[in-house]
């Protein structure tokens, strides 16, 4: 049985979209892409062409950097939706001074609803120094809170390293 939710953590780069794509690609469903970045600059534009390169055909792509429940709600069961990813889903968040936990909780409550298995990714943040301007630190211990969320309510947790997967929680399908 493949899990409702799958949750794929790494720090910057470690492969974690890489795997969380091939997760997906591995159910045989029709694939949905959630995209949660705001394209400002040429980098960022960059980036999102060479993921939307790397994951090809097949794909129907959504972009909401905000409040992905309405995107969920239309989802049917035969479908998989990978959200990519929930750090930039935070920053466009915590960027606009919205409140985080409010958020955080509709955000939840939009996987606990949806009728689609979802693999979402997020950074994680815990391994390296204390920033040093309040922002940072704001920015890191939301994602710390938002992380420990996510992984309580996920049936499948794989920590990404160097391109290579560590289970944490759950079975790989």
Not at 19 to 45: H, I, P
Not at 76 to 96: E, F, G, K, R, V
């Amino acid at each position: 049985m493949s899990p409702d939710l799958t949750l794929v953590l790494g720090g910057a780069a470690s492969g974690k979209s890489v795997f969380a794509e091939e997760l997906v690609v591995s159910q045989g469903k029709s694939r949905v892409y959630l995209a949660t970045s705001q394209v400002f600059d040429d980098e960022m534009r960059q980036k999102v062409e060479r993921h939307l390169e790397q994951r090809g055909d097949g794909w129907t792509t959504v972009e909401e950097p905000f409040d992905p429940g309405p995107v969920l709600t239309t989802l049917s069961p035969d479908q998989i939706c990978l959200i990519d990813c929930a750090t930039m889903w935070l920053s466009n968040h915590l960027l606009t001074d919205a409140d985080l936990e409010a958020a955080q909780t509709a955000l939840l409550d939009a996987l606990r609803a949806c009728p689609a298995q979802i693999v979402m990714v997020s950074n994680e943040v815990g391994h390296g120094i204390v920033p040093d301007n309040a922002l940072a630190r704001r920015f890191r211990e939301a994602q710390g809170r938002l992380n420990i969320a996510l992984a309580a309510q996920a049936d499948l947790v794989v920590q990404i390293t160097a391109g290579l997967p560590l289970v944490l929680k759950g079975q790989l399908p």
